[in-house]
T-cell receptor
Framework: EAGVAQSPRYKIIEKRQSVAFWCNPI?????LYWYQQILGQGPKLLIQ????????DSQLPKDRFSAERLKGVDSTLKIQPAKLEDSAVYLC?????????????FGPGTRLTVT | QQQVKQSPQSLIVQKGGISIINCAYE??????FPWYQQFPGKGPALLIA?????SEKKEGRFTISFNKSAKQFSLHIMDSQPGDSATYFC????????????FGKGTRLHILP
């Protein structure tokens, strides 16, 4: 079974530029999560989708971050404009349904450096 | 109330020793407590999880001990091996498919060969 795919793996941009990350979840997984992991900290949930609907985006900085999941499969996370404090690893995860019963599977992440 | 506090921040253990990582939570509504293992350049992977209706769960060399009254839980790695060197995160969530999972800040474990 193929895992969660993410691209790009690394990205370096200057502040005020825009960037987009792509995620392809495990086939058949209805729930998709985007996390931000700052160096030395645990992952922090940015947004959770159930199929193509948003379940939780309470910690998404909506003035600069946006995410979509078209057709309930792939998802993109965009930052515009980027700030220095956005430097982090952006992790995508997916789950068949409820994470407690089916587990949550993470992709390798995209390491973003904002200079 | 949503925090999960994890300690220590880093840990060095001799090969064959026992590694112990502790976590504490405040929200008594939490009822699912997973541990994740993360290697450099990889995403976290679920290692083992426990629900508060049991006080201990063991899978191979990994054991979770759970103290509901103290609102604490810990991960014990028996016979620690160099391959166990990674960052470990405890987490907590509620038994509801829409509830988000709250992660601790992580413990960087290094096993000396």
């Amino acid at each position: 079974e193929a895992g969660v795919a993410q691209s790009p793996r690394y990205k370096i941009i200057e502040k005020r530029q825009s960037v987009a990350f792509w995620c392809n979840p495990i086939s058949g997984h209805a729930t998709l999560y985007w996390y931000q992991q700052i160096l030395g900290q645990g992952p922090k949930l940015l947004i959770q989708f159930q199929n193509n609907g948003v379940v939780d985006d309470s910690q998404l900085p909506k003035d600069r971050f946006s995410a979509e999941r078209l057709k309930g499969v792939d998802s993109t996370l965009k930052i515009q404009p980027a700030k220095l404090e956005d430097s982090a690893v952006y992790l995508c995860a997916s789950s068949l349904a409820g994470l407690q019963y089916f587990g949550q599977y993470f992709g390798p992440g995209t390491r973003l450096t904002v200079t | 109330q949503q925090q999960v506090k994890q300690s220590p921040q880093s840990l060095i253990v001799q090969k064959g020793g026992i590694s112990i990582i502790n976590c504490a939570y405040e929200n008594t509504a939490f009822d699912y407590f997973p541990w994740y293992q993360q290697f450099p350049g990889k995403g976290p992977a679920l290692l083992i999880a426990i629900r508060p209706d049991v006080s201990e769960k063991k899978e191979g060399r990994f054991t979770i001990s759970f103290n509901k009254s103290a609102k604490q839980f810990s991960l014990h790695i028996m016979d620690s091996q160099p391959g166990d060197s990674a960052t470990y995160f405890c987490a907590a969530s509620r038994q509801n498919r829409d509830d988000k999972i709250i992660f601790g800040k992580g413990t960087r474990l290094h096993i000396l060969p």
